[in-house]
């Protein structure tokens, strides 16, 4: 049974919160929005800018600080950083009560091991019925608490606003969503191509097979993930043209509403389409690893061919 929205009022003090990558931040960041406690940040990378557009002004503080000043510590989970590592690390040594978020359906385990280094938590939340199943699974020892998606609440009433928007079209738009793989695979691998696909493998597939989910595809729009930047798909405006545009869209919620389909590898932007009732596909080339999101809605290109 999941717990209350607002369950984490009921941690007493002022809380640290502490976030690096993109997916975390955002859950965490919503999360802090719809609640009233006192909190200090401590952040870096893409949590940074996503705090500061949803938050506004809050307290920024070392993560030595942070944790000398607060009376409990929430984290997110990141591959780019071991940030929240050091967080939960710290937070156990000192006997402060720390809790994670998990954001994600992969690597769960990896998450809290660096340096092969096991770290958990006192607790682990997560925000889904597979992700509880999941986490139970692999940490039988930690209590894991399944609480409702705050980023799910929040961005379905965006959809809905940029929805009413749309002017109907025979014609299809197909949305696809960058993971930024090669970076965090780059770091902990040495190897961009450690799954046996990047996101410009991803996409070439994605392109050379659109017509097998609809020949009604008129255009086709590459969103790149947040951590990184949007030069780094001009290589496909000029191999292939108009066809392929790059959103310069600030809202994730406005480019959804605004296509018809969308594609991606495994990102949890796909899972939020597919909440709010868009066709979506994971288009991960063969030879790369299976998608992991468990969701049985979500279409696989490669068995569609």
């Known amino acids: 049974m999941e717990e209350p929205e607002k369950s984490i009022n009921s941690y007493r003090g002022t809380g640290l919160i502490v976030s690096h990558d993109s997916g975390g931040a955002d859950i965490l ?39 000398k000043n607060s009376d409990w510590v929430i984290t997110s989970t990141s591959w780019a950083s071991d940030l929240e590592y050091q967080a939960i690390k710290q937070a156990r040594k000192d006997k402060k009560f720390v809790v994670s ?42 209590l894991i608490k399944l609480i409702k998606n705050p980023l799910l609440l929040e961005f379905k009433k965006e959809f809905k606003f940029f929805q009413q928007k749309i002017i109907a079209s025979e014609n299809l738009k197909l949305l696809f969503l960058s993971d930024n793989i090669e970076e965090a695979l780059s770091k902990q691998y040495n190897d961009s191509n450690y799954w046996g696909y990047t996101d410009k493998t991803s996409f070439e597939f994605l392109y050379e097979n659109f017509t097998v989910i609809s020949n009604k595809i008129s255009q086709i729009t590459i969103r790149s993930h947040p951590s990184e ?14 066809f392929v545009k790059i959103s310069n869209k600030e809202s994730l919620a406005d480019d959804i509403a605004n296509h018809n389909i969308i594609a991606g590898s495994e990102s949890m932007a796909m899972v939020l389409a597919l909440y709010c009732g868009k066709d979506v596909i994971s288009c991960i080339p063969p030879g790369g690893k299976s998608c992991a999101l468990p969701h049985k809605e979500i279409l696989i290109l490669n068995r569609m061919i």
């Open 29 to 67: 960041s919503s999360l802090v929005k719809n609640n009233i406690f006192s909190f200090k940040a401590c952040l870096d990378g893409p949590a940074k800018s996503i705090f500061n557009n949803k938050i506004g002004a809050f307290d920024l503080i070392s993560l030595k600080d942070g944790i």
């Open 101 to 142: 978020l998990l954001d994600h359906w992969v690597n769960y385990k990896q998450r809290f091991n660096h340096y092969n280094s096991l770290i958990l938590p006192n607790e682990i939340w997560v925000c889904d019925q597979y992700a509880y199943n999941l986490a139970n699974d692999i940490f039988s020892n930690t």
């Open 229 to 242: 930047s949007i030069n780094n798909y001009h290589w496909a405006l000029d191999r292939y043209g108009p």
